[in-house]
Nanobody, 123 residues
């Protein structure tokens, strides 16, 4: 059974930092693109960041320069380091992986999704 499990969410003040982790299991993910989406209350789910198995990255404009995605293929983990957090970053953050392409993942049609972890940024 494929599972993506996110950890690291919590409450932080504006300007602070958090690091999210996602552990993948149930199948090999070393060659799969992985990434993060988020969904704020009463808003649609939106793309945050993605990383290919070779380490190529892509970010939403709203987080460029503040968030960094990375991965450890040996551990089948992906990370999201979030800095200079803003109240508008408050959302449930979801880890996502796709069997094939970064494009599919970034479009929101990734094959595997985690349950999400809450990030709350207070002003």
């Amino acid at each position: 059974q494929v599972q993506l499990v996110e950890t690291g969410g919590g409450l932080v003040q504006a300007g602070g930092s958090l690091r999210l982790s996602c552990t993948a299991s149930g199948r090999p993910f070393s060659y799969s693109p992985m990434g993060w989406f988020r969904q704020a209350p009463e808003k649609e789910r939106e793309f945050v960041a993605a990383i290919s198995w070779r380490g190529m990255t892509s970010y939403a404009d709203s987080v460029k320069g503040r968030f960094t995605i990375s991965r450890d293929n040996a551990k089948q983990m992906v990370y999201l380091q979030m800095s200079s957090l803003k109240p508008e970053d408050t959302a449930v953050y979801y880890c996502v992986a796709d069997k094939d392409t970064m494009k599919d993942l970034m479009s929101g049609t990734g094959d595997y999704w985690g349950q999400g972890t809450q990030v709350t940024v207070s002003s």
